[in-house]
C-alpha cells in the first residue's frame, strides 16, 4: 500500500466467548478488588481465608461468565443491546425513553448495573410470563418477568384465588 493510499477496512464489531468471559470477570474482580478488600479483610480475620475467599469468587465468577458467554451465544441480538446498554448513557437513555419519553442521557446516574435472573425454559427459550407449579401445599411463583410484577395486583388476586383451593394442614 502506497503512503498516499487510504484503507477503508473498519474493524469488525463482534463479541466472541472470550470477550464475553473477560468483560464479565474484569468487571466483576474490579469490584472485590477496588469496594470489598478491607471489609472482606476485617470480617474473615485471617490472611489465608481471605485468599480462599478470593478463589472460590474467582472460580464462580468463570462459570458465571461462560453462563453469560452461552446465553450470548444463543441470543446475540439481546446480548449485543445490553452491551451497547453498559458501555453508552446515551444508548441506553434511548432505548428507556420509549417508556419514559421525557428521559435523556444526562438523567441517568453512571452506577453498577443491576442483574436480574432470567427463567430459561427446557427447550432453551426465554421465559417472558409468568410460571406457576402446585404442590400439595404451596403455590410456588416460580418466574415472574419483573421485581415490580411481584408486588402488582392482578397477579395477588391470581395468588388468593388460588390458595383457597390448596389443603390446609
Known sequence: MSAGSHSSV????????????AAVAGETIAVGIF???????KSLGSPFYLLLVWVIVGILTVCG??????????????????LH??????????????????LR?????????????QAVAR???LVDDFVFSATE?????????????TSCLP???LIVDRVPTMPRP
Do not use: K, W
Open 35 to 41: 469496594l470489598t478488600p478491607a471489609m472482606m479483610a
Open 65 to 82: 461468565a461462560l453462563t453469560y458467554g452461552e446465553l450470548a451465544a444463543r441470543f446475540p441480538r439481546a446480548a449485543r443491546e445490553e
Open 155 to 157: 397477579l395477588a388476586r
Open 85 to 102: 446498554h453498559a458501555v453508552s448513557r446515551s444508548a441506553m437513555a434511548r432505548s428507556a425513553a420509549r417508556y419514559v419519553p421525557e
Open 10 to 21: 473498519a474493524p469488525r464489531r463482534q463479541l466472541g466467548l472470550a470477550s464475553a468471559i
Open 123 to 125: 427447550d432453551g427459550s
Open 137 to 149: 401445599r404451596a403455590l410456588h411463583v416460580r418466574n415472574a418477568p419483573s421485581p415490580a410484577a
Open 105 to 117: 442521557a444526562d438523567d441517568l446516574d453512571g452506577s453498577f448495573a443491576g442483574v436480574r435472573a
